[in-house]
């Protein structure tokens, strides 16, 4: 294999890293990046000023230095990619410092491998950038500062060049330079996918199937087990540390042997770790495009990346039991397109129960989740219904009354909620009676998959009485 080389800047501090990297290994567990796959949101041409040029070109023409106004990488990428890159580091660095209200710190370093093969064992600080490089995408690693170096926290970041691995690490390395701390696993590594996989100009559920996948086959994890649960990347990092360890760092055949280094048991550890990315990003996800919530957990963040002692059952402790009901209902339903804005539950509406020759009117939208009638029923009592208007359940789609199409979609629905426990769905339709399975609220709601709502459009008015 030919050996590329960097610049003599970069190869000068090759041994530095090298000796950096194992004296600051717990700083560096804390920074661990998340499987490329999961971070693709189209953020590109958000920032097009962005100036990015060749700086320099190594030693080896197939590396060289490109600079952006808050970045400098070092990567094989040809000067078009490398620019278009610089240009999402950018765009992804200016939502995170919008978001967290803090503006970036420093110039934020990097490698970004397009091909592997082209970079040599010197180039990387130790054997182990390489198996995160291959089998899961990208880190950041905190490096130390001269005691009289007053220019704050310094992070590198070593990454690939497929999708959104850089922006999932430019999220890590501006917490690590303007804060200092990324907060806890399930936070930083939740916030990063989230900044990767939401689009920006669009709040649905983008991401890999795998992920909602993840989800449905590990059950519903509850919002206590995900806060709570121990660090992951830590787990990752000892499970790299291992297989690295099982090569010999002087050996000039170190490279043949790197990929025996990895196993059955690397992948087994990998994909635990992947589950918990996925249940920290759904967490994240609902907390930050909820409107019940969202306020909240946006200055829970800033405090805890400031330092403030936060935690987060007292910030949330008014709605700790609405919350958990919804992220539930959140994690069973979620898919592609999913509109957490659309299927929040309003919770400040006032209920009362109907008395017999009371009617209750009200306006339910075609474009929304669960809705509240503001009708608390009593199991075993008869009420009556009747909707008027029509509403359709795609753009240009058929106009349908609240019957529905054949197949259901567009029927009118409604469900109970009692003590924080749904009901099955029962079917309505324009009119008629049903009789009330158990006592609680109810709710109604245009019958459409849970991540088609945004194309619906109509209103019907709905009446609600009570008896024969």
Known sequence: MERSGI???????????????????VQVAVFLASCCGWCWADTTGEVESASAGVVATTASSDIRIYRSEHFRIQSDLAEAAAHALLVRMESTLQRVSTYWRHPPRGT?????????????????????????????????????????????????????????????????????????????????EGMAVLICLLPANDRSVRCPDEVVVSLQQTGAPTINEIITAPSFTTTLFQTLTRAASLVDVDDPAVLAALPTAWGVAEEDSLQRVKDAYARSWALCH???????????????????????????????????????????????????????????????????????????????????????????VKQGEIYTFR???????????????????????????????????????????????????????????????WNELHDNTGILRLQLGIGD
């Open 387 to 449: 909707a008027d208007g029509t509403w359709q359940t795609a753009a240009g789609g058929k106009h349908v009354s609240a019957d529905g199409a054949n197949d259901g979609t567009g029927r009118l629905s409604g469900a109970i909620l009692t003590d924080y426990q749904l009901s099955d769905e029962m079917e309505l339709g324009q009119s008629g009676k049903f009789l009330a399975a158990a006592s609680g609220q109810l709710y109604v709601r245009c019958r459409d998959r």
């Open 286 to 376: 609902f907390l930050a495009l909820n409107k019940n919530y969202s306020k909240r957990f946006r200055q829970l963040g800033q405090d805890l990346l400031q330092g403030i002692d936060v935690d987060f059952e007292e910030v949330f402790a008014a709605d700790r039991q609405r919350m958990a009901f919804e992220f539930e209902q959140f994690v069973i339903n979620v898919d592609q397109g999913y509109q957490v804005d659309l299927c929040r539950w309003e919770w400040d509406k006032l209920f009362s129960t109907l008395v017999p020759g009371g009617r209750r009117s009200l306006l339910v939208q075609a474009a929304a989740g669960y809705q509240p009638t503001g009708c608390t």
């Open 108 to 188: 934020i370093e990097g490698f970004v491998v397009d091909d592997l093969s082209r970079w040599s064992m010197k180039d990387m600080p130790h054997p182990m950038v390489r198996l995160l490089l291959e089998h899961v995408g990208g880190i950041t690693i905190p490096t130390a500062r001269d005691n009289n170096d007053r220019s704050g926290n310094r992070a590198v970041i070593y990454a690939t060049s497929r999708p959104n691995v850089v922006e999932h690490e430019v999220v890590h390395a501006y917490c690590c330079q303007t804060f200092g701390t990324c907060g806890p696993d399930w936070y930083k």
């Open 7 to 25: 610049s003599a800047v970069a190869s000068s501090r090759t041994m530095a890293y090298e000796k950096r990297w194992r004296q600051t290994t």
